[in-house]
T-cell receptor
């Protein structure tokens, strides 16, 4: 069964450092997303991406965050200067179409720990 | 009032029991209702989605939506230890946005 692959599974970084989280979405999917889940809290939307541009972003997704699809397969989330409160599980997801009738496929996540 | 509310549990049931998991929501404009299962240290996995009101059945799982009460349910029949996971409800379909709004998840433990 096709899956969304995320690397690394766990990243520890010092406050103020830049991190790049990587994702390989399902090959025929057109819509890509990043969500995050702070420990004990709900899964929260960060950003959606379609046709090489951001289609929607949340208020969490400020200037410290950026996304990129550098080639035909990878989808990355960059956090420019990490803060302690960025510690969370970051999930990449992809879907064939947009809308609730297209269920997302999520990756297994990257656990980001900022120290 | 929170947009989507879900009892965090944990909920412990014996193997074979019928499990009922529920979410309430405040915004009547939601149109799509999803249930995801999340095993420890894994990403959410889509179980079922329902459009608008009504029931949907898939094997041992039944999803129910009652838009008049702003209440959705997931029933698991003949629960198995492998069903032990966190169950997340999610909703979408608000005008101008395609994002999903998740509940906090209910942790379910099925005892052998």
């Amino acid at each position: 069964e096709p899956e969304v692959t995320q690397t690394p599974s766990h990243q520890v970084t010092q406050m103020g450092q830049e991190v790049i989280l990587r994702c390989v979405p399902i090959s025929n999917h057109l819509y890509f997303y990043w969500y995050r889940q702070i420990l004990g809290q709900k899964v929260e939307f960060l950003v959606s991406f379609y046709n090489n541009e951001i289609s929607e972003k949340s208020e969490i997704f400020d200037d410290q965050f950026s996304v990129e699809r550098p080639d035909g397969s990878n989808f990355t989330l960059k956090i420019r200067s990490t803060k302690l409160e960025d510690s969370a599980m970051y999930f990449c997801a992809s879907s064939e179409g947009q809308g609730g009738n297209y269920g997302y496929t999520f990756g297994s996540g990257t656990r980001l720990t900022v120290v | 009032q929170k947009e989507v509310e879900q009892d965090p549990g944990p909920l412990s049931v014996p193997e074979g029991a019928i499990v009922s998991l529920n979410c309430t929501y405040s915004n009547s404009a939601f149109q799509y209702f999803m249930w995801y299962r999340q095993y420890s240290r894994k990403g959410p996995e889509l179980l079922m989605y329902t459009y608008s009101s009504g029931n949907k059945e898939d094997g041992r799982f039944t999803a129910q939506v009652d838009k008049s009460s702003k209440y959705i349910s997931l029933f698991i029949r003949d629960s198995q230890p492998s069903d032990s996971a966190t169950y997340l409800c999610a909703m979408s379909g608000l005008s101008g946005t395609y994002k999903y709004i998740f509940g906090t998840g209910t942790r379910l433990k099925v005892l052998a």
